[in-house]
């Protein structure tokens, strides 16, 4: 359900702006803020793309533990590592665009 409702919200946002949109403007300039509104948007969709991807791991990685009797598989600890690095990924991301799009 989460998954379906990120998919929405980029959609939306690529329909109703023409680009992803990220609602945050930094500097009195205008060429600055253009700029920083074009950086903060190519971070702002990473994190999207990020978030959605680590959403289809932990589905891959349910429905392999549910298909499976024991969780304890390596393709089950790839997963989670794939997760792992995306989660340190995202988080420095966060950081510099000071938007979550976990919240």
């Known amino acids: 359900m989460i998954l379906l409702y990120h998919i929405i919200l980029l959609i939306s946002n690529i329909a ?8 945050t403007i930094a500097g009195p ?8 509104l074009v ?6 969709t990473i994190q999207i793309l990020i978030f959605l991807s680590m ?7 349910l ?6 009797e ?10 989670l590592k794939s ?6 990924v995202l ?5 510099i665009t000071k938007k979550s799009p976990l919240l």
């Open 16 to 23: 109703a702006h023409g680009i992803l949109f990220c609602p």
């Open 29 to 36: 300039d205008p060429v600055e803020v253009s700029f920083n």
């Open 39 to 44: 950086v903060k948007n190519i971070l702002y």
């Open 55 to 61: 959403q289809v791991f932990a589905l891959f990685l």
């Open 63 to 68: 429905l392999s533990i549910r298909k499976d």
């Open 70 to 79: 024991t969780p304890f598989k390596l393709k089950n600890v790839k997963l």
């Open 83 to 88: 997760m792992a690095i995306m989660l340190m």
């Open 91 to 95: 988080e420095p991301l966060q950081v």
